[in-house]
């Protein structure tokens, strides 16, 4: 009796550990067999986000069968407590334990917004502002001039703020080490005085070749006290860099004065009038050799450069006259 006993519970044991056994063995394969999903699939996982929802939201997606398959495999393996939140692009097929496997490691999709050279603060806010997936408000805004130009990469859920702080940290890093290994001899008496005046080379051309060459012009103009006679510094005292002008300078502009405008005022103005980029601002470190004084448009995208007033009043006139036949 007492061995029927034995060998009946002994039985019992066996199938158990077998069911078992079995039950994992299947537990196991469903969580790394290939996922319904065809094609890759980008999901959102929100801060904060429970277990459950987030099993929600990949069973409504179509990329895993079961929710509760999902949430079992995450609580044995311990994954529900390192998953992360943000933006995930999820493979193909990929298993249970794939996907689990992406949202752990916290590799979020890359997103990036780029700010162009010669941008005034608050049209790069505008460009933050509108990054879609960066959250919150906008921060205040920085000093005119302080926003590295570049194209910056960021995850869904970060904020603006961050997003804005980072864009002042490059510029400082960008201008400090620039400033350190400046050209000896410069009228210029500080980084902000560096970072002024490469603004200024900026917005008074775009080709990289001549850069330099107006920066020498600007310089020598410095070192004799003569007025920088810079177009947009006008402007940029007629908007103040909140938006573009959007007519042609007339000689009233030209005459009225603002802290600004370099027709007006002796040497710097007090702010920039834009965000340099590193070109503009290497130029004004490392300005060519010139003893140039006078530039204009030569009707070609660049300039025309004079060393005598008599030799610029020629180029204006051939520029003029490019001018009326354009019209």
């Known amino acids: 009796m007492i061995r029927r006993l034995f060998l009946t519970v002994l039985f019992l044991i066996v199938v158990a550990a077998v069911a078992a056994g079995g039950g994992w ?45 999902f949430r079992l495999a995450s609580r044995l393996s311990k ?46 806010l505008e460009i933050v502002a509108k990054a879609d997936g960066l959250m919150g408000p906008l921060p205040a805004p920085p000093d005119e001039g302080r926003l590295l130009p570049e194209t910056y990469r960021y995850a869904y859920y970060d904020t ?49 070749a001549e850069r ?7 310089l020598n103009r410095l070192r004799k006290g003569m007025k920088l006679q810079s177009d947009p510094t006008v402007i940029y ?17 030209l ?7 370099t027709y007006a005022v002796k040497g710097l103005p007090p702010t920039p009038i834009a965000n340099p980029g590193l070109a503009a601002i290497d130029a004004v470190l490392h300005p060519e050799a010139t003893k140039d004084l006078y530039f204009v448009a030569d009707g070609t995208g660049g300039h025309a450069f004079a ?21």
């Open 237 to 253: 005292g007629i908007t103040e860099g909140k938006a573009p002008l959007g007519r042609d300078l007339t000689r009233a502009d």
């Open 25 to 69: 063995l299947w537990f196991s394969k469903q969580i790394s067999r290939d996922g319904p999903h065809a094609m890759d699939e980008v999901v959102l996982i929100p801060p904060g986000s429970h277990i459950q929802a987030i099993a929600t939201t990949l069973v409504e997606r179509g990329i895993i069968r079961s929710d509760l398959l």
């Open 160 to 208: 603006k703020v961050q997003a804005v702080r980072r864009m002042e940290q490059a510029m400082d890093a960008a201008l400090a080490k620039a400033w350190a290994g400046r050209d000896e001899g410069l009228p210029l008496n500080s980084l902000t005085e560096a970072l002024i005046l490469a603004s200024i080379v900026e917005k008074e051309t775009g080709v990289k």
């Open 79 to 124: 994954a529900d407590r390192a998953l992360k939140s943000g933006e995930f692009r999820i493979p193909a097929r990929a298993s249970v334990t794939g996907v689990l496997d992406v949202l752990t490691r916290g590799e979020t999709v890359a997103r990036t917004f780029t700010i162009p050279e010669g941008l005034t603060v608050a049209e790069a």
């Open 307 to 327: 060393e005598t007033l008599q030799g610029h009043n020629r180029n204006v006139a051939k520029w003029r006259k490019i001018q009326r036949n354009g019209k």
């Open 212 to 218: 330099a060459r107006v920066a020498g012009v600007f």
């Open 255 to 261: 005459d009225t004065p603002t802290p600004w405008n």
